[in-house]
């Protein structure tokens, strides 16, 4: 069997796709690490088709389907924003490929999963990919067919008949140990953006204890699970022997403390004091939460020592209204200013990303957030509050009317999606004008110049994101470019 795993078409507001062009497609990596063994022996023979890396065409599909030739298309979908689009992907297989099974899978498929199905997919494999997935290959191996039914295995959505139905959801892996870490041979290197050798995207666990009101992580990944200490550095030393310098952890929120007995922040310090042990030689980047920093100062030490390099913070805002706004009330302008501090008095660079919009936001919550946001990070992210179907704040505002259902399937970051009153165009127009202020001060200019190499590839990179942006959306305005 040879199954083709795709990214999502290329988008213009695909902007950190620009910026951290070291993160490859290390979810569907993960998925042909965990495929089965076919009936007859063997493994299914995968291709990574990785549309990410592409800057002025939407992907590469035709090629990719022509020069394959795959009895299986699947393709990832992490965002609504990029819904349409992987339907377009899905129709335009199924026009050159006819007999190939077509399988969806990621967070926006997992909760828009019948959009697919009638978008053209014969399966949705929804929530947890890797056990899921090698279920329904080992039933398409033994001559199971789409619009068959799929009896007895859960967590796929797929079509009886002329009826499109969900299965029953799967449990989640409960020991992450026991999945297989990536396929590295399969999956396409991307090279370092802060080092010379090779970089890869791995995890610690799956699942946030928190609740903030705009995200789906919770509703995606259950409770907090985790990999063993063990696992991890495992798979770390086999990264550094095959050439790999930097290391990004894609959790949302890494060593959650959330007062659990079993003392997160404790068990990710000795991990890290372990890395710096082996000298494995390592660049990191991870997502800290503001709270954690700021109790932990001993756990960001320990992070230094093994190689943290950049953080990515979601101050989100910094008045009391703004965070309530977004599900962070725990959070406050000192408790960002602290956690600031700490990372930076330590060397580490500070990605700080903000919710612009979110209804309930006040005119003086987003000019906190224009004040203060820059001042906190060595790098300034502001992107539109997007209803993401899956998140607390999606339903909620699904059912007072605020939004209508395809009002996720517009979500770019830089829209206004919320039928409130507001002028959509004036909310996005003052916040591109914070964004231009922002790029435009001598500041954010003179770290193109930075003695820190790592500051002026990041700066650099950035600006180059803004650009490919502008460049798309110009080119959009006279009906050429990506969309
Ligand atoms: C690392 C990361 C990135 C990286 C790289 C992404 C990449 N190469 O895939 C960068 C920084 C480039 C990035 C960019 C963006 N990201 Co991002 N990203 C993440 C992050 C933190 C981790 C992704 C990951 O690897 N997870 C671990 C893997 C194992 O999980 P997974 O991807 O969901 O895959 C599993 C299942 O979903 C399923 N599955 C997934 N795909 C498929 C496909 C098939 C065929 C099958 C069968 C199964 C399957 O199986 C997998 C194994 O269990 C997630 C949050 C998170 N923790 O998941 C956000 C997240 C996916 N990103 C998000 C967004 C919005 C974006 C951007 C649009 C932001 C922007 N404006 O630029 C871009 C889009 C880029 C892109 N093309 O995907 C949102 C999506 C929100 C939503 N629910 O709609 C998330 C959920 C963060 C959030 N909470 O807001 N991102
Ligand atoms: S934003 Fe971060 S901390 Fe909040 S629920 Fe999502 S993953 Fe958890």
Redesign the pocket.
């Known amino acids: 069997m040879r199954i083709l795993?795709t990214?999502?078409p290329m988008r213009s507001?695909?902007?950190?796709?620009v910026v951290?062009t070291n993160?490859?497609?290390?979810?569907?990596a993960?998925?042909a690490a965990n495929l089965p063994e076919l009936p007859g022996g063997g493994r299914p023979v995968v291709r990574i088709a990785d549309y990410?890396t592409l800057r002025l065409r939407e992907h590469r599909l035709a090629e990719d389907i022509r020069d394959f030739e795959p009895d299986l298309i699947?393709?990832?979908n992490?965002?609504?924003?990029y819904t349409r689009g992987v339907v377009e992907m899905a129709r335009l297989a199924r026009r050159l490929r006819p007999q190939a099974v077509l399988?969806?899978?990621?967070?926006?498929a997992?909760f828009q999963w019948e959009r697919h199905l009638r978008g053209g997919f014969d399966f949705v494999?929804r929530f947890?990919?890797?056990r899921v997935?090698a279920d329904l290959v080992r039933f398409l191996a033994e001559g199971g067919r789409p619009r068959a039914g799929y009896p007895g295995f859960r967590g796929v959505a797929y079509w009886d008949g002329e009826v499109p139905k969900q299965g029953q959801r799967a449990a989640f892996v409960r020991d992450l140990d026991a999945l297989r870490p990536a396929d590295r041979d399969v999956e396409p290197r991307r090279r370092g953006l802060v080092s010379p050798g090779w970089s890869a995207?791995t995890?610690i666990g799956r699942g946030c204890p928190y609740h903030c009101s705009f995200?789906?992580?919770p509703g995606m990944w259950g409770r907090y699970r985790r990999r063993s200490n063990e696992a991890i550095l495992a798979e770390l030393e086999d990264l550094a022997r095959r050439g790999f310098t930097e290391v990004n952890f894609?959790?949302?929120t890494v060593g959650v403390d959330h007062g659990d007995p079993t003392r997160f922040p404790d068990v990710t310090t000795a991990l890290f004091e372990e890395i710096a042990r082996r000298g494995l030689n390592l660049k990191i980047g991870l997502c800290l939460r503001a709270d954690t920093t700021a109790r932990h100062p001993e756990m960001v030490d320990a992070m230094v020592r093994a190689g943290l390099v950049l953080v990515n913070m979601g101050f989100e805002s910094y008045t009391r209204g703004g965070l309530a706004a977004v599900g962070k009330s725990e959070s406050s302008l000192e408790l960002n200013r602290r956690a600031s501090r700490i990372l930076r008095e330590r060397g580490v660079l500070v990605w700080g990303s903000h919710i612009y919009g979110a209804p309930s936001q006040t005119d003086e919550d987003l000019a906190a957030t224009a004040r203060h946001g820059p001042e906190v990070s060595d790098f300034f992210r502001l992107?539109m509050a997007s209803p993401?179907p899956?998140s607390a704040a999606y339903h909620k505002m699904l059912a007072r009317g605020i939004i209508d259902e395809d009002a996720s399937l517009d979500n770019t970051?830089w829209h206004y999606n919320f039928k409130d009153g507001r002028d959509p165009d004036k909310v996005r127009r003052d916040m591109s004008l914070i964004l231009a202020r922002y790029y435009a001060s001598p500041a954010s200019l003179g770290k193109l110049l930075h003695r820190d190499r790592a500051v002026r590839r990041l700066a650099r990179r950035t600006y180059q994101g803004v650009a490919f942006f502008a460049l798309h959306r110009a080119l959009g305005a006279v009906g050429a470019g990506i969309p």
Request: charged share 10%.
């Open positions: 795993l990214t999502p507001f695909n902007v950190s796709g951290f993160f490859g497609p290390y979810n569907l993960r998925l990410n699947g393709i990832a992490p965002f609504s924003g399988v969806a899978g990621g967070q926006a997992t494999v947890e990919g890797e997935f995207l995890e995200c789906s992580q894609v959790d949302d992107t993401l899956g970051y």
